[in-house]
């Protein structure tokens, strides 16, 4: 059962591509066979298939262009994001040791945090961003030049603010079940008009099914572009690898982000399982492996730990925190 939910799951969320394609395809070049002389008046289907395909073509058209615009903007807005966390990685080097690793452990933690959840649904991280903005404006400057970088730093805290606020606005922004239902009802009437253009000629039913295939591939590519999941290995998963290791860090991967194909790290990289349903993390599971051409092993297993309240020093209306335990961390 779990695994049926899983794969449905997978299929809605437009993980798989040939499948669907191979399906319609299918359905469509059967039908047109078997459909041969039986249908209607051709001139009507004509018309008829004509009306379907400029509304759908256009809706569609419409689609893509809105979807890909939203998808550039929070990709823009997420990398944005990151180099203002690697900034504040670099620059707490002139605080002292116990302020600097806090620092780089809450921005570790606020990274893995992110991953842990959709992009759609970037505001369940808040809270790490919380705790790790209130550490940095807690700090408590000692030199000149540590008050020199804490103007920088509250800065970059501040423009973070605003990153995340924008990226919240543009996820928030998916199609909604009424233009969902629109599309696929065009696609449907489009698909069950072009089936009867044949006649029943076999090379009329190849050339439909490879029409169907063709949209339904593009059905699938709007789905992706509504999660944001369109070119996430280039635009998401590379980027956020290369920090977490520029960073001095192993990268954070979830699994099923490696099984199903989605992105295929090398090197240490820590893995993460979650036993129960999204949006459940609070029971997962990291495990540092090494991955590579020949495959990968468990190296440990790192058990997730709540975090544990820590008082930061008074300075300015400075106010409890919570932040991740040594314990905890990733």
């Not at 690793?101 to 959709?118: A, N, S």
Request: charged content about 20%; hydrophobic content about 45%; proline content about 5%.
């Amino acid at each position: 059962m779990e695994r049926a939910r899983a794969r449905w799951t997978a299929l809605v969320n437009g993980e798989y591509v040939i499948g669907p394609a191979v399906v319609a395809a299918l359905t469509v070049g059967v039908a047109s066979h078997l459909v041969g002389p039986t249908r209607g008046d051709v001139r009507v289907d004509v018309a008829l298939a004509s009306m379907g395909a400029f509304l759908f073509g256009l809706l569609l058209a419409f689609t893509i262009v809105r979807t890909r615009e939203r998808l550039a903007l929070v990709q823009d807005l997420v990398a944005k994001g990151d180099a203002a966390l690697f900034s504040i990685h670099q620059m707490v080097v002139v605080y002292p040791e116990a302020d600097r690793r806090r620092i780089r452990d809450l921005i570790d933690h606020h990274l893995t945090d992110q991953i842990d959840y959709r992009l759609v649904d970037y505001h369940r991280a808040t809270p790490s961003y919380l705790a790790l903005t209130g550490a940095v404006m807690g700090l408590g400057p000692r030199t000149a030049q540590e008050e020199a970088v804490y103007k920088e730093l509250v800065g970059l805290c501040i423009g973070m603010g605003e990153y995340r606020a924008l990226i919240e606005a543009a996820a928030g922004q998916m199609l909604s079940p009424i233009e969902w239902s629109g599309l696929l009802l065009l696609l449907a009437v489009l698909l069950s008009l072009i089936a009867v253009l044949p006649g029943g000629t076999v090379l009329g039913a190849l050339v439909v099914a490879t029409l169907a295939g063709a949209l339904a591939t593009l059905v699938v590519l709007v789905r992706k572009l509504d999660l944001l999941r369109w070119h996430e290995r280039v635009t998401i998963w590379e980027p956020t690898t290369r920090l977490f290791r520029s960073m001095g860090r192993d990268p954070y991967v979830p699994r099923l982000a490696i099984t199903s194909g989605r992105y295929r790290p090398t090197g240490r990289v820590r893995v993460v399982d979650y036993p129960d349903q999204y949006p459940e993390r609070a029971t997962k599971v990291v495990t540092v492996e090494y991955l590579g051409e020949g495959g990968g092993g468990p190296l440990r297993s790192v058990p997730s730990v709540a975090p544990e309240q820590v008082v930061v020093p008074e300075r300015r209306g400075a106010t409890p925190l919570w932040v991740a335990g040594e314990a905890g961390d990733h």
